[in-house]
């Protein structure tokens, strides 16, 4: 599957931004969908995920209660609303896919394919 994320963008902090992710390829319901982010010098991290036929949403703790994770099968695309934004939270945010899944959706070498990524920066 191919993907491409969009919506990235610089905003201040308290601000909300929405990022998308737009897959082609297989039924779309059939893929688990991820967004991981990437700090300068940090480890790419696990955000959220959003698993395939059912919509089970899973959250980082540092993103629980500030994005939600989305998805449009019919449109193949997932969404990641961000609120609240804080400079800790610039990074480029990749979109990921797997196969349909309930378990180690946090875990991003368990994804098969990724975007090339959408830059958030976040001013103070």
């Known amino acids: 599957v191919q993907l491409e994320e969009s919506g990235g963008g610089l905003v201040q902090a308290g601000d909300s931004l929405t990022l998308s992710c737009a897959a082609s390829g297989r039924p779309f319901s059939g893929y688990s969908m991820g967004w991981f982010r990437q700090a300068p010098g940090k480890d790419r991290e696990f955000v959220a995920a959003v698993s395939g036929r059912a919509g089970t949403t899973y959250y980082a703790d540092s993103a629980n209660g500030r994005f939600a994770i989305s998805r449009d099968n019919a449109k193949n695309t997932v969404f990641l609303q961000m609120s609240r934004l804080n400079p800790e939270d610039t990074a480029v945010y990749y979109c990921?896919?797997?196969?349909?899944?309930?378990?180690?959706?946090?875990?991003?070498?368990?994804?098969?394919?990724w975007g090339q990524g959408t830059q958030v920066t976040v001013s103070s």
């Open positions: 990921a896919a797997r196969d349909d899944s309930y378990s180690d959706l946090d875990r991003a070498l368990r994804y098969d394919s």
